[in-house]
């Protein structure tokens, strides 16, 4: 799973968090979040499986949320 700005907003989006609360659950300051959904920073690997793993425990199917063209 690639881990891009538009994945990681919309994944947001779709658990209805703000950034701030977004960060809390990935125990994480909320300006990187930021940074991540602007392309100005992606996560690290140890962010990316925090972001999978929450997203498993969510229940969410990432396949979904991917962009299709």
């Known amino acids: 799973m ?3 700005k538009e994945l990681i ?3 947001r989006k779709k658990l209805n968090l703000s950034q ?3 960060a809390d659950l990935l125990d ?3 300006p990187l979040i930021s940074q ?3 392309g100005k920073r992606n ?3 140890i962010s990316q499986k ?3 793993l929450v997203a498993e425990k969510e ?3 990432l396949s979904e949320l991917e962009e299709t063209d």
Do not use: I, M
Request: proline fraction near 8%; avoid cysteine; glycine fraction near 4%.
């Open 43 to 45: 996560p690290s690997r």
């Open 28 to 30: 994480a300051p909320q």
């Open 59 to 61: 229940g969410v199917d």
């Open 36 to 38: 991540w959904e602007t």
């Open 20 to 22: 701030e609360k977004f």
């Open 2 to 4: 690639e881990w891009n």
């Open 9 to 11: 907003k919309r994944f």
């Open 50 to 52: 925090a972001l999978t």
